[in-house]
């Protein structure tokens, strides 16, 4: 199985601010990975697939970038509603494998 | 907007086999190009992907669970299932089921979880 190692795996930030969650993957998964949002109590949301695509109707201050083993989260101006465990996916190669996950939590 | 639905006993015995249903709405579960998948998430723990199946009836599960794991589909019901047999402990969590855009797209659509507990 591939495994997904995310960092940080807790982070602070204020609103307003920009913040970079990163994703490694043990082997090379192409352009084969997604980022999810979950809130607590509620089910995953698929922010970004394809590495960099947008999922329809996600804030555009959400981006993806990467290729390969390497993988990035941005979100370029963190608003209330942003506070969440965020995970990455990877989707190239079955099984199916997820990060372990990387709580965003108020400053 | 394709909607899907969980249900089943929140509460298996162990070494008895755990039953669920997703129940797909707002969309035919026999739509072309879409497969659907079983994800489970432990207590306070992170995601393990379990299995898909297509409308066809052809299934991929992960090896981790293989051996345990029925995923079936219903098409004139527009439903799916999962079935874990010999159940322990270390299978209590929350199930969802999912949608899958392709084989390798991710998951687009969630349904909104169940908590199953393993407990006598």
């Known amino acids: 199985d591939i495994q997904m190692t995310q960092s940080p795996s807790s982070l602070s930030a204020s609103v307003g601010h920009r913040v970079t969650i990163t994703c490694r993957a043990s082997q090379g998964i192409r352009n084969g990975l997604g980022w999810y949002q979950q809130i607590p109590g509620k089910a995953p949301k698929r922010l970004i697939y394809a590495a960099s695509s947008l999922q329809s109707g996600v804030p555009s201050r959400f981006s993806g970038s990467g290729s390969g083993t390497e993988f990035t989260l941005t979100i370029s101006s963190l608003q209330p509603e942003d506070f969440a465990t965020y995970y990455c996916l990877q989707h190239n190669s079955y099984p199916w494998t997820f990060g372990q996950g990387t709580k965003v939590e108020i400053k | 907007q394709v909607q899907l639905q969980e249900s089943g006993p929140g509460l298996v015995k162990p070494s008895q086999t755990l039953s669920l249903i997703c129940t797909v709405s707002?969309?035919?579960?026999?739509?072309?190009?879409?497969?659907w998948s079983w994800i489970r998430q432990h207590p306070g723990k992170g995601l393990e992907w379990i299995g898909y199946?297509?409308?066809?009836?052809?299934?991929y599960y992960n090896p981790s669970l293989k051996s345990r794991v029925i995923i079936s589909v219903d098409t004139s019901k527009n439903q799916f299932s999962l079935k874990l047999s010999s159940v322990t402990a270390a299978d209590t969590a929350v199930y969802y089921c999912?949608?899958?855009?392709?084989?390798?797209?991710?998951?687009?659509?969630w349904g909104q979880g169940t908590t199953v507990t393993v407990s006598s």
């Open positions: 199946i297509y409308y066809s009836g052809s299934t």
């Open positions: 707002g969309g035919s579960i026999s739509s072309g190009g879409y497969y």
């Open positions: 999912a949608r899958q855009d392709g084989l390798y797209y991710g998951l687009d659509v």
